[in-house]
């Protein structure tokens, strides 16, 4: 969690408020078999813990990539209130 707490102080906007959209590209750093929908608390839970949010139930939309290895494995997130998804989706084609 401390981790995750240091890696968003850049991108942090001191709890972001209202409905969230989430976008997560999740980058496993091998091909053994993993189901993304297991990782997807864990990530929120420490993302509210690092206080990206107040609480992950704020997020009432997400999209979920698996993305090619890295080592060490990853995930990427965006986040934005859920009334700005519609703009993510039409300027951010190659993520599809």
Known sequence: M????LM??????LFWEGRLFEHVQFHAPDDKARD????VKILNDALESAQVFQNDSQVD???LDRKE???PGCA???IMELKDKEWYFQNNCESW
């Open 2 to 5: 401390n981790t995750v707490r």
């Open 8 to 13: 968003t102080i850049p991108f942090r906007r």
């Open 36 to 39: 993304l929908d297991n990782y």
């Open 61 to 63: 939309s997400m999209h």
């Open 69 to 71: 290895i890295r080592d």
């Open 76 to 78: 990427i997130v965006r």
